[in-house]
Nanobody, 124 residues
Framework: EVQLVESGGAPVQAGGSLRLSCAAS????????IGWFRQASGKEREGVAC????????SHATSVKGRFTISRDNAKNTVYLQMNSLKPEDTAVYYC?????????????????WGQGTQVTVSS
């Protein structure tokens, strides 16, 4: 059974930083792409970043480029999302998802497994 468990969400002030973690189990970590998505209240789910675990190729949404960084630790089966210079508009539930492919995946409907989400709240 594939499981993804997010952690690291918290309340934070604008300009602060957080690091989210996504721990994966039940899957060959090298054979998946992991994506981070977020969904703010009343809004559609938005892709934030994705990484191909086999070779570390990563991409980030324009809205977070230069502030957020996705990375992975294959030895720990964990993907991270380092979030710096946080803004109130970054407030959302953040989800990680796994796609059973070794290419970058941006569309949420292309992901096979999802975590339960972790809340990030940025106050001004």
């Amino acid at each position: 059974e594939v499981q993804l468990v997010e952690s690291g969400g918290a309340p934070v002030q604008a300009g602060g930083s957080l690091r989210l973690s996504c721990a994966a189990s039940g899957v060959t970590f090298d054979d998946v792409a992991i994506g981070w998505f977020r969904q703010a209240s009343g809004k559609e789910r938005e892709g934030v970043a994705c990484i191909v675990n086999r070779d570390g190729r990563a991409s980030h949404a324009t809205s977070v480029k230069g502030r957020f960084t996705i990375s992975r630790d294959n030895a720990k089966n964990t993907v991270y999302l380092q979030m710096n210079s946080l803004k109130p508009e970054d407030t959302a539930v953040y989800y990680c998802a796994a796609a059973l492919v070794v290419v970058a995946v941006r569309r949420s409907d292309e992901y096979d497994y999802w975590g339960q989400g972790t809340q990030v709240t940025v106050s001004s």
